[in-house]
């Protein structure tokens, strides 16, 4: 144990300071929620049934889920990144443990999501959103949003050791951005047809962004009449969803490393 994590923490210097000397992805994850919460705030807000300060209040929540769920992205892009620049291979050949690189490539990219989250935090609370539950409810939300977090890490270091190349890993991750869509970050299920809400109750994305807003006592979270038991119980739906996610793919992640290309 100890040794996967001094090999683990070794890998996550190396890939802060490889972010330090490439800042734009980081810019660009920093950046892009906060556009959108101008945006989707001030445009779509007052086209919904929602006055525009609760529907703000609603999608703080949301935007803070599809940065968790991003984790999917990012630990595609790294891990193919460095499977098909040979950085992988040369890991292999030193005496560390084999579950330090993607750990350690996943605790960073966790470092650096929680950093990212405190500039979408303040321009949220300028905007009119509140943590009405205090401090218990803060860490209580921050700990459900970094526990996903890490679980989309896992799994996108496990695609992406699976990608034929950087590109194809590069298309990918970019799909993964329609899944916030279906889901209950941007708007309330309630209204949706059947089976999109069918869908969109049961993405862990939803349950994640649910379990946030019932934990700082924001608009939207409790559960419609009906609805799918993970939005009928999003903070033990976002936790379980995060649990198995993780259990699946931390393993998954740690065996494709060491079996190598092919």
């Not at 999109?196 to 862990?204: D, H, M, Q, S």
Request: charged fraction near 10%; charge should be positive.
């Amino acid at each position: 144990m100890s040794t996967l994590l001094s090999d683990g923490g070794a890998v996550v210097t190396r890939q802060l300071q490889k972010a330090r000397h490439a800042p734009a992805l980081l810019i660009l994850t920093q950046t892009m929620p906060i556009t959108m919460l101008l945006f989707f705030g001030y445009v779509f807000g007052s086209a919904l049934a929602m006055p525009g300060s609760e529907y703000r209040e609603f999608l703080v929540p949301g935007l803070l889920a599809a940065t968790a769920a991003n984790g999917l992205m990012t630990g595609m892009f790294t891990a193919a990144q460095d499977a098909h620049r040979g950085v992988m291979d040369r890991f292999r050949t030193l005496p560390m443990s084999r579950a330090a690189v993607p750990l350690g490539q996943t605790a960073a990219d966790l470092l650096t999501t929680a950093l990212s989250m405190v500039p979408l935090m303040l321009v949220g609370l300028a905007m009119g959103w509140r943590i009405e539950h205090g401090l218990p409810g803060a860490l209580g939300a921050l700990g459900v949003l970094l526990l996903f977090r890490f679980a989309t890490a896992w799994a996108g270091t496990y695609l992406g050791l699976l990608s034929k190349s950087e590109e194809a890993a590069g298309q990918l991750g970019s799909a993964t951005f329609v899944l916030p869509m279906l889901s209950s970050a941007y708007l309330p299920t309630a209204g949706l047809p059947g089976w999109l809400r069918a869908v969109a109750e049961w993405n862990p994305i939803s349950a994640v962004a649910s379990a946030v807003r019932v934990l700082c006592g924001n608009a939207g979270g409790e559960a419609a009449a009906g609805a799918a038991w993970p939005a009928a119980h999003p903070v033990a739906g976002a936790v379980l969803w995060s649990l198995v996610l993780l259990a699946l793919s931390a393993p998954a992640a740690a065996r494709r490393f060491t079996r190598g290309p092919g």
